[in-house]
Protein backbone atom coordinates (compact mmCIF):
# COMPACT_ATOMS: atom_id res chain seq x y z
CA UNK A 1 0.00 0.00 0.00
CA UNK A 2 1.56 3.55 -1.04
CA UNK A 3 0.69 5.93 1.18
CA UNK A 4 0.97 9.68 0.85
CA UNK A 5 1.41 12.27 -2.10
CA UNK A 6 4.81 12.15 -2.99
CA UNK A 7 5.70 8.53 -3.09
CA UNK A 8 7.01 7.53 -5.61
CA UNK A 9 5.10 4.19 -5.83
CA UNK A 10 8.12 2.38 -6.06
CA UNK A 11 7.73 -1.78 -6.86
CA UNK A 12 8.87 -3.74 -4.11
CA UNK A 13 10.65 -6.91 -4.33
CA UNK A 14 11.62 -9.52 -2.26
CA UNK A 15 14.92 -11.93 -2.57
CA UNK A 16 15.11 -15.72 -1.75
CA UNK A 17 18.14 -17.79 -2.72
CA UNK A 18 16.60 -18.86 -5.85
CA UNK A 19 13.38 -16.63 -6.27
CA UNK A 20 12.96 -12.86 -6.34
CA UNK A 21 9.45 -11.94 -6.15
CA UNK A 22 7.72 -8.55 -6.54
CA UNK A 23 4.97 -7.79 -3.51
CA UNK A 24 1.56 -7.04 -4.93
CA UNK A 25 -0.57 -3.40 -4.44
CA UNK A 26 -3.35 -3.29 -2.13
CA UNK A 27 -5.94 -0.68 -1.51
CA UNK A 28 -6.55 -1.87 2.04
CA UNK A 29 -4.92 -3.51 4.99
CA UNK A 30 -5.86 -4.53 8.26
CA UNK A 31 -3.57 -3.79 11.40
CA UNK A 32 -4.36 -4.35 14.86
CA UNK A 33 -8.04 -5.21 13.74
CA UNK A 34 -9.03 -2.15 11.84
CA UNK A 35 -9.28 -1.62 8.34
CA UNK A 36 -7.76 1.09 6.22
CA UNK A 37 -7.53 2.22 2.81
CA UNK A 38 -4.67 3.75 1.06
CA UNK A 39 -5.92 7.12 1.60
CA UNK A 40 -6.50 6.50 5.78
CA UNK A 41 -9.79 6.02 5.68
CA UNK A 42 -12.10 3.69 7.46
CA UNK A 43 -15.59 3.06 5.26
CA UNK A 44 -13.54 -0.59 4.44
CA UNK A 45 -13.60 -1.17 8.26
CA UNK A 46 -16.94 -0.05 8.83
CA UNK A 47 -18.40 -2.47 6.41
CA UNK A 48 -16.48 -5.25 7.67
CA UNK A 49 -18.14 -4.88 10.98
CA UNK A 50 -21.19 -3.84 10.02
CA UNK A 51 -21.45 -7.29 7.75
CA UNK A 52 -20.16 -9.20 11.02
CA UNK A 53 -22.56 -7.62 13.01
CA UNK A 54 -25.20 -9.01 10.56
CA UNK A 55 -24.08 -11.96 10.58
CA UNK A 56 -24.00 -12.40 14.55
CA UNK A 57 -27.60 -11.28 14.96
CA UNK A 58 -28.62 -13.94 12.05
CA UNK A 59 -26.95 -16.18 14.13
CA UNK A 60 -28.66 -15.54 16.98
CA UNK A 61 -31.62 -15.47 14.97
CA UNK A 62 -31.83 -18.83 14.00
CA UNK A 63 -30.59 -20.57 17.21
CA UNK A 64 -33.12 -19.53 19.52
CA UNK A 65 -36.73 -20.69 18.80
CA UNK A 66 -38.28 -17.54 21.86
CA UNK A 67 -36.70 -14.73 21.60
CA UNK A 68 -37.87 -12.82 24.88
CA UNK A 69 -36.57 -9.69 24.74
CA UNK A 70 -33.83 -9.98 28.11
CA UNK A 71 -32.31 -12.93 26.18
CA UNK A 72 -32.01 -10.89 23.23
CA UNK A 73 -30.48 -7.95 24.85
CA UNK A 74 -27.67 -10.21 26.67
CA UNK A 75 -26.67 -11.82 23.18
CA UNK A 76 -26.47 -8.76 21.64
CA UNK A 77 -24.49 -7.18 24.46
CA UNK A 78 -21.82 -9.98 24.69
CA UNK A 79 -21.54 -10.72 21.37
CA UNK A 80 -22.61 -8.23 18.63
CA UNK A 81 -21.73 -5.24 20.62
CA UNK A 82 -17.99 -5.71 21.17
CA UNK A 83 -17.25 -5.84 17.48
CA UNK A 84 -18.91 -3.20 16.60
CA UNK A 85 -17.22 -0.93 19.02
CA UNK A 86 -13.65 -2.21 18.83
CA UNK A 87 -11.21 0.10 18.22
CA UNK A 88 -14.05 2.94 17.66
CA UNK A 89 -11.83 5.65 18.90
CA UNK A 90 -9.42 5.01 15.77
CA UNK A 91 -12.23 5.13 13.16
CA UNK A 92 -14.84 7.80 14.90
CA UNK A 93 -12.69 10.22 17.54
CA UNK A 94 -14.98 12.28 19.18
CA UNK A 95 -13.99 15.84 19.84
CA UNK A 96 -14.36 16.68 24.12
CA UNK A 97 -13.88 20.31 25.73
Same mark, same amino acid.
Given at each position: ?????????????????????????? #??? !? @???????? $??? %??????? #??? !? @???????? $??? %??????????????????????????????????
Amino acid at each position: MHLGNTNSKVTYTMKNDRVEVSLELS #IEE !K @GLGVWTDN $KLK %FAGHIGH #IVA !K @GGQLLGLI $KRS %FVHRYADVIKTLYTALVRPHLEYANVVWHPRSTY
